[in-house]
Structure formats: C-alpha cells, structure tokens
C-alpha cells in the first residue's frame, strides 16, 4: 500500500489517523474523546468523513436533513441502503471519489503553508480507503485504528442486523484487514482504560509528527 501518487491532496507533512469500525461499534464516540484531547491540547487538526459527499448529494437530491444524516442517530437509517447503493455506484468508476472530496473539502479550511498536523478520517469502510491515505499521507505517517464491540453491546446501543447493510461492503470491508496499528475493544466507553487506550494513539501520533519536524528542519 505504500508508494507514490500524484494527487493535488498530498498531505505528506500530517499525520493520518484512520478509523474503522461496524455499526454502533463507537467510532463516533472514539473520535470525539480523541478530539477533544487534541482541542485541549490545542493540536491543529481536521476531522473528515467519507461518508459526507454522498450524504450531501443524497440530501439536497431528497430534500433532506444533512445534519440528521452525518448524525449516529436513527434518521439516517432510513436512507442508508440507497445512499449506499448510489455510492458504490460512483466508486465503481472511481474508487478514491469521496476519499479525495473529503480531503479536498476538509483542507480547503487550511492555508496550502500551514495544513493541519493531524488528518482524522472517522469512518473508513474499505481497502481503497486505507489505500488512499497511505498514498496522500504516506503508509508511515499512517496510524490505522479499529473500533470493536461485541454483538451484545451493540445491540445495547441499538444495533439490529439489517440485511443488505450489515453484510455488505460498507460494514465488511475490512473484516480481513490485518494491518491495523491499534485494535480498541470498545465495550466499556466510559472506562478509565478506554480513554488511556485514545491517549496511547494521540501519544504515537505525536511521536510521529516529532521525527516529521526534525526531518523537514535538516
């Protein structure tokens, strides 16, 4: 997955954290406890997710509400088996198309000189999503985070196995990836160890950035 790419988003001097993780595992959790440490810690940083350029076309095409669409909430739902439908469609002839919308949409808030230190991609679903960041980033400046819950927990927060959903690509993607940096268990959220395990993540990430700015400087 590693090599280069011309790609007018080359993010080469940021650090990417991607996530992934099935449906009410606590990605959304996850990443809002990790970016909160980071806002405290006052670390520039860009949250993305893949899922928004087919939400936003899908929104204005129906008239409907985007804000309840990139919510965890139930709204989405309803429409969740034909905006996965259309998506795959345009990945078909595309495969990196919302990965590289949604990296264009999230840098477009940063000045070319001064982008963010940390790429925080909440929702990747795919072999082509990791395949994407590793080229725009670097396989190196890439940290790959799963999310897990057992069955019982997330039927606890309201998960019911929907067929054509949760045994499609979007929830099965990379059931056997194995490459992954960290592995979070995700069923206590509240838990001490939980938030010490983001910490560690944060902490590699900051490892990284360091050897990044000693390297630029010589």
Same mark, same amino acid.
């Given at each position: 997955?590693? !090599?280069a790419v011309t790609d007018p988003n080359d993010c080469r001097s940021?650090?990417?954290?991607?996530f992934s993780g099935k449906r009410k595992s606590g990605k959304d959790f996850t990443v809002k406890l990790?970016?909160?440490?980071?806002?405290?810690?006052?670390?520039?940083y860009v949250t993305l997710h893949l899922s928004e350029p087919i939400k936003s076309y899908y929104a204005a095409k129906h008239n409907l509400n985007l804000?309840?669409?990139?919510?965890? !909430? %139930?709204?989405?739902?309803?429409y969740?088996?034909?905006?996965?439908?259309? !998506?795959?469609?345009?990945? $078909?002839?595309? =495969?990196?198309?919302?990965?590289?919308?949604?990296?264009?949409?999230?840098?477009?808030?940063?000045?070319?000189?001064?982008? =963010?230190?940390l790429i925080?991609?909440?929702?990747?679903? $795919?072999? %082509?999503?990791?395949d994407y960041f590793s080229k725009v980033c670097g396989r190196p400046?890439?940290?790959?985070? $799963?999310?897990?819950?057992?069955?019982q927990i997330r039927a606890e927060r309201g998960w019911t196995f929907v067929s054509d959903i949760d045994d499609a690509t979007t929830e099965c993607g990379l059931d056997g990836f194995g490459d992954w940096d960290?592995?979070?268990?995700?069923?206590?959220?509240?838990?001490? $160890?939980?938030?010490?395990?983001?910490?560690?993540i944060i902490d590699r990430a900051t490892g990284i950035l360091h050897k990044l700015t000693v390297y630029t400087s010589l």
């Open positions: 997955m590693d !090599g940021s650090v990417c954290l991607v990790l970016t909160d440490m980071l806002a405290q810690a006052h670390t520039s804000v309840e669409l990139m919510s965890s !909430g %139930t709204y989405k739902e309803s969740r088996k034909q905006m996965v439908e259309w !998506g795959e469609e345009q990945m $078909r002839h595309d =495969p990196h198309i919302f990965a590289r919308k949604s990296l264009s949409r999230a840098l477009s808030d940063f000045p070319p000189s001064s982008p =963010p230190r925080v991609v909440a929702d990747a679903r $795919r072999l %082509t999503d990791l400046h890439c940290l790959f985070i $799963r999310i897990c819950a057992s069955d960290f592995v979070l268990l995700n069923d206590e959220c509240d838990s001490v $160890r939980y938030q010490e395990a983001v910490k560690e």
